[in-house]
């Protein structure tokens, strides 16, 4: 049976064919659809949220050591956060198998940066598998058990946003009848004191000696003749870019990429008359081939920022000499009509942003939709690191310098149990005097709306403890803790005025949920009475796309506004800042 299924529907599918009992994750794009849809269609494989990335791979790591196949998933800046425990699993290897997915993002589409996650699984020790399609995400996340297994190992499957996302036909199977495992008390495995770490590091060493002779047979590294005196090394979807652009050349395929099989690519060069390694985001597999003294170039010719795609392979083909032109496919990016990130029409954070733009205080932002709120008009976000990182950052402001306006960290309810309590706790133990806005929304927006231990109910859609913000802010030690209506922008303003002058932290939580999660909020819109607009922009400056100039103009020839009823959701910001009362509901001017 087939079925055209995108990578990441393809790894639940392997979970299910693998015999995967826990799968793992926090929701981070371009991963979340792993989990969500084994939640959906899988549910033979136990699947849920955590707080944050390190918690579900450490959930995973139990899940193995109790005998039990574990699959865990992250976006690749996830694993920064898993680091402790990846770094230390390796040491102690698995029982059952162990699998994690690291989704790299080159081009940042969704990321704060681009880094690339194949160094990651160098650095820790651990082997990995690059899919260069759907098919090869589901069979590798197999073949990956199996190593696990095997090899005693955690293994890496990492994907990249154009695999996790295209879709191709995939061939199903059936699922593996798996060996039964019992956890198993083995101290000196699975304690990591100093005594038997030593021990496990050097039992790391002979496995990566292992697992290179294993690179060296397995059929996931592969080579394509068509007898040609060129040479392509390549895996993952730059292996697909360079077969489009040239398919007669020959192909060393890799698929197993660390450890590389060293000697099978150097007699591959030695039989071509040039060979470059088409690669994205770092020399990865060019660099291990130059120190092992093997002939080839890459970089000079690809580049390594950004995601490659055909036009930008042919180009590099092209340069090194190899191909006689370079066709340039499709509408050129400057062509293209501009469309920048908007918060959406009735976003709850559009309340908050306009109130901090006001007062002009120093605002350190956080992971989310709220990120949003640097871009112009409303320009009231500076600084934007890493999950649960506003909260520290206003601490260090605040103790370097201070600010006679106040210090705001703004933190979404998602990240903020992701990443945030220890950082409030940190305000609260050292007594630092910055406000914090957790903005709650209900929901882990950004990624699609998922569920969170403050929604209520787990990925799996069964009721759980809901967390309530408010008195877990105040059992960390805030005594000054607010809650408000971010659709209601003088209480808001009033609020962050007031908190910003107390001494010590302070925490305001803003409730609306999102106007897309679990549906779409759409109460009666607002309209614009243009008897009555003076075309002084002030509604402009929100920055909501349901609002936009009108043909009509002022005296000056400055245009009035006018409300795309069918976005407009109804949350009345507009019409609280409009200092001539232009806008109002729909029903009250059909009605005058």
Known sequence: MKELLSGNEAVARGAVEAGVKVAVAYPGTPSTEILETIAERHRSVYAQWSPNEKVAFEVGIGASLGGGRALVTMKHVGLNVA????????????????????????????????????????????????????????????????????????????????????????????????????FVKDPSKYVMVPANAKVRHQVLSQRLVDLQKFSEETEWNRIESNGSPVGIIAGGVAYQHAKEVAPDFDYFKIGF??????????????????VLVVEELEPFYEEQLKIAGIRVEGKKYFGNLGELNPTRVAQGLYDAGLIKNVVHPGIEAEKLFPRPPVLCPGCPHRGAFMALRKLGVAVTGDIGCYTLGMLKPLNALDTCICMGASIGMAIGIEKVNGSAKGTVAVIGDSTFFHSGITGLLDAVYNQSNVTVMILDNGATAMTGGQEHPGTGHTLMGTPANRTDIETLVKALGVKNCRSVD???????????????????????????????????????????????????????????????????????????????????????????????????????????
């Open 257 to 274: 990429g660390y450890p590389l099989p060293i000697e099978r690519i150097r007699k591959f060069v030695a039989a071509h008359n040039i």
């Open 83 to 182: 680091a402790d425990p990846l770094m230390t699993f390796a040491y102690t290897g698995v029982n059952a198998g162990f699998v994690v997915i690291s989704a790299d993002d080159p081009e940042m589409h969704s990321s704060q940066n681009e880094q690339d996650n194949r160094i990651f699984a160098r650095f820790a020790g651990i082997p990995f598998f690059e899919p260069a399609d759907s098919q090869e995400s589901k069979d590798m996340l197999l073949a990956g058990f199996e190593v696990s297994e095997r090899f005693d190992t955690p293994v890496m499957l990492r994907m990249t946003t154009r695999i996790s996302h295209t879709k191709t036909i995939v061939e199903l199977g059936e699922p593996v009848k798996v060996s039964e495992r019992k």
């Open 486 to 592: 971010p659709y209601d922008y003088e209480a808001t303003l009033k609020a962050i005025e007031e908190e910003t002058k107390n001494p010590g932290p302070s925490v305001i939580v803003t409730h609306r949920p999102c106007v897309l999660m679990p549906k779409r909020i759409m109460d009666e819109p607002f309209v614009v009475d243009l008897e009555l607009c003076n075309a002084c922009s002030a509604c402009f400056r929100i920055s909501c796309p349901a609002i936009a100039a009108s043909p009509q103009t002022n005296e000056r020839g400055h245009p009035k506004a006018v409300i795309d009823e069918t976005m407009c959701t109804g949350c009345m910001l507009c019409a609280q800042i409009c200092p001539t009362e232009a806008i109002v509901l729909k029903s009250k001017f059909v009605a005058a």
